[in-house]
DNA sequence: CGTCGCGTTGATTTTGCTCAAGATGGGTGG
DNA sequence: CCACCCATCTTGAGCAAAATCAACGCGACG
């Protein structure tokens, strides 16, 4: 069970001590945000109860490209990146998985892309038989899964369009003000961002070299639109600004 | 209602003359690729009584990015191609619009993307609302809904790597092999490949120039990986070449 | 105290873009 | 039916943005 204190969580673990055994699910911190929150106390209790929670640690890694995809995820603490390797080693990370997020929104056989932990995180398990089982029967959780996995469609088109045609400052600048309005959702605070990802995750996330990462983040810290960053964070000084070149204004 | 002869329809219309009026639907040639391959005829019947056909001119608009999501379409006949587009014109093509295709899987109040006929094209169109509320009702249409959500979810991620990733030729060549494996679900011969978009929109597609493209065309016709581009068409020589290019190899 | 991973910065190269000029070919009007 | 026209495509030359190659700083950790 969750429950043990991580090095860097990004939120606390979705069972405080003392409170399993009864319904651990009536607790999460990020249910409102995740698949749960579509669900009724009752609905949650035979909900969680099929879960499994699942610690990792930084690098471990959770499901590979290929696989059978027996499981699906929430994530209830942590950070994660989901990638397509190419034979020769060429990465590209298709998301950054952050609380509150669903992994295996995508039926299908097979998991489409690797997903390996960043920081250590805490997950909950659940058959993605099992799942589509209860998806049948309650109406509620099958419209939360179709709307997320809707969201995360026309999220992913904005990246088509930031790999294909923007340059390396608009892709930096449009980075980071994902990560300040991911953030805003999960109702933490826009300012300074978290950033818990490398910089080569963050180049290959971007399409780019972790060194025009680097020099591109050197640039805009120059230019005033940025602070420092200082264990991890970044703080935008110009959101205004940040966000006309993120949009190619 | 459909039925006229369209000048370069990639498949015949959905409506033969003669047929409308009892179950148009019925005699759909790409029913069983679409949305509509879901449901019981008794059920198609009062679907199709909810679409209005209807009929585009190549260069026609569909629908624009931000404008809001009355209607949802699925194709029957043509090409069309959807797109976004920043602010001084630099223009990203999220995909192309095949008969089967659904275009508005995204449920979300807008249209995350503009849509524009390639070629004189054919469509079902339906109510957000209607569709939501029949998905309500008929558990294999919500299913397939999702399952084709799901599809362009997966697909979609294979995209993010070619942008972000691949060389020229590794996106022309994966291209080549996307339109392959279409046409070959569809029914249709894998090779000759019909190509109904101008180079223009391949670029866009592929994050490249209009210039890029057609040098990397010939560079693949001088290796003798594809053949001549006749009539909008081009034969693939070495397939197995093709691919290897296209994954990396 | 040395090592290792990560980040930054600099020098050089390369890929694909930009700018420019022809080629091609379908469609139109005389 | 032919001539012209305009879109689209192709090819070439030079350029620029980002990649590659390389060196170094810095903090964490053994």
Redesign the pocket.
Known sequence: MAGNPQKTPALKPSVPKGDAGENPCAACQVREHAVCGALTLPELASFGGAMKDIQLDAGDHLVDEGEVEQFVFSVTSGCLKSFKLMPDGRRQIIGFVFPGDFVGLAKSDAYPSSVEAITPATLCRMNRRELDKMSDSIPNLDRRLHDMASEALAEVQGQLLLLGR??????VATFLMMLSRRATERGMAPNPIDVP?????I?DFL????????????RL?KDGLIGG?KDRKIEILDEEGLSDIADGF
Do not use: C, P
């Not at 923007?166 to 892709?171: D, F, H, N, P, V």
């Not at 990802?197 to 995750?201: E, Q």
């Not at 399409?207 to 050197?218: D, K, N, P, Q």
């Open positions: 923007k340059t390396a400052q608009e892709r990802m490398s910089r080569d995750d180049g399409g780019l070299t972790t060194e025009t990462v680097s020099r591109t983040f050197s810290r960053d």
